[in-house]
């Protein structure tokens, strides 16, 4: 029942980022929701859900991609090892602030790794694929967006389960 729940949840999530968020002007469109969930399942959560979160929502948006298969999916894992690995030796608590910095970090490697493995895949095949890669939007908006969205999922499950008191934020 657990696996058919989170698959549900990936499609409807997915479904929204492709069909809702694509269609916004520039600067929202390029929201990723997806990756958004996987960084903070990564951090806040668990580090297993984060990355069945990542292969799933990977697969499901290589539906939707233009590049070649599996890079959506690979880059998306690799970011969530990434976050890990960073979370595990660098930061010490899951507070809003760890939260904000691996989200931004995340999606900057989220957005490289794409970039590098659609570069690689454009060098070894004889593919006409062109290479797009809009710097501002990858580089400083989704960033920006992403990390705003944690802030409110943050705050929303801070809310929901009362689990994360943290004394930074709230004044006692």
Do not use: C, D
């Not at 570069?119 to 989704?142: G, K, R």
Request: hydrophobic share 60%; proline share 2%; net charge neutral.
């Amino acid at each position: 029942m657990s696996i058919f729940l989170n698959t549900i949840f990936i499609l409807v999530i997915g479904i929204f980022q492709v069909s809702l968020l694509t269609t916004w002007p520039e600067p929202v469109s390029s929201l990723n929701l997806i990756l958004t969930l996987v960084i903070f399942l990564t951090v806040i959560v668990n580090y297993e859900k984060g990355l069945w979160l990542a292969l799933g929502g990977g697969l499901f948006l290589e539906l939707y991609s233009a590049s070649f298969f599996g890079i959506t999916t690979l880059s998306l894992v690799l970011t969530a090892m990434l976050i890990n690995f960073l979370f595990g030796n660098l930061f010490t608590n899951r507070s809003l602030y760890s939260l904000m910095i691996l989200g931004y970090i995340g999606t900057l490697s989220y957005n490289l790794a794409i970039l590098f493995f659609n570069s690689v895949a454009l060098v070894f095949t004889t593919s006409s694929y062109f290479l797009f890669f809009n710097f501002w939007s990858q580089i400083f908006w989704q960033p920006l967006f992403n990390v705003l969205i944690l802030i409110i999922i943050f705050f929303t499950y801070h809310i929901s389960t009362g689990r994360l008191k943290n004394i930074f934020l709230f004044p006692a």
